[in-house]
């Protein structure tokens, strides 16, 4: 597999296109609702794709299927051109999306991204609050996704890989409900550099508690916040330096393009667990818009 990467402050130079197919989730801010349009600019059919967590189903423009019919419930996976809109699309989609079009043995397909030029923060100047943001309206918890589920019972060693945002209570939950992952064998991702310079200070700072108070030893790495291929390359190297017997098991709660290298890295990777827990992302969320970025996924 190879990733190409090309981003820019607009779209307007690009040639990319037009794709058959474009799979695009709900926008919840003006970035979301331009990387939509750009989507339906260059495609001949767009559907809206959207993962229920608490029934393991899809929404395909509204038509209810079972997640493990997303194969059957796309058109033409090993011919068409698929344009996977991953700004609006939650981690789940592009995960069950590029495993269906891996195993559907499509030659490859493209990922659009679009930068958000700020996050929102509360409406409160105290020190104490400088670094919260309000990314997500809910966060139902971890729940398994259908074939990248973790197997709690199983005695053999897991490694954990934690990509890290700026939402500290994610990576604290996943610690406290899933036990049998040692801090020992837990290594945190960092993305460095960062959208903007100082943003990875945000992610510092919001994390440091918990990796002191859990005291997580496995290991800390760092690749660039809007890198998938870098994002890659690190859980390659982390998976190649564990015992032989070892599972991997990664948690994408850090940026959608780390999120998407390691979506792409369980697709690939069918024995790698996934944990994630399946925020509601906040209307609103995001203010104007910084870079677009669009990633081809060579197979």
């Known amino acids: ?19 058959d197919v474009a799979l695009v989730g709900p926008a919840v801010d003006e ?11 260059r495609t001949g059919t767009t559907i809206v794709l959207e993962y229920r967590a608490d029934s393991f189903t899809f929404l395909v423009d509204g038509r209810s299927i079972e997640a493990d019919e997303l194969s059957t419930g796309l058109p033409n996976l090993a011919s068409a051109a698929f344009l996977l809109e991953s ?55 971890y729940r398994a996704i259908p074939g990248a589920a973790v197997i709690l019972t199983d005695r053999r060693p897991q490694h954990g890989v934690f990509f890290l945002g700026f939402e500290e209570r994610r990576l604290d939950v996943a610690l406290e409900d899933f036990q049998t992952l040692r801090p020992s ?37 760092f690749c660039g916040a809007e890198n998938p291929a870098g994002a890659y390359e690190v859980l390659l190297e982390i998976k190649a330096s564990l015992e032989k017997d070892a599972r991997m098991v990664v948690a994408p709660i850090g940026t959608k393009p780390n999120g998407i290298g390691a979506a792409l890295f369980a697709a690939l ?4 667990g996934l944990l994630y827990d399946h925020p509601k992302r906040s209307a609103g969320r995001t203010e104007q818009i910084s870079r677009w970025h669009l990633y081809h996924i060579g197979l």
């Open 185 to 221: 064998n837990c290594s945190v991702v960092f993305g460095v550099p960062a959208y903007k310079p100082g943003w990875e200070a945000h992610a510092f700072a919001n994390n440091v508690r918990v990796l002191e108070t859990k005291r997580l030893s496995g290991g800390v790495h």
């Open 87 to 141: 700004t609006t699309l939650g981690f789940v989609e592009v995960f069950l999306a590029c495993r269906a079009l891996v195993r559907a043995g499509t030659n490859g397909f493209h990922l659009a991204y679009v930068e958000p030029k700020e996050y929102k923060t509360p409406r409160r100047r105290e020190v104490l609050y400088r670094r919260a943001f309000e990314l997500s309206s809910e966060v139902p918890g």
């Open 269 to 272: 990777h069918p024995e790698v």
């Open 31 to 41: 970035r979301g609702r331009a990387a939509i349009e750009f989507a339906k600019s």
């Open 1 to 19: 597999m190879n990733i190409s990467m090309k981003s820019g402050v607009s779209t307007a130079e690009w040639s990319d296109g037009p794709w």
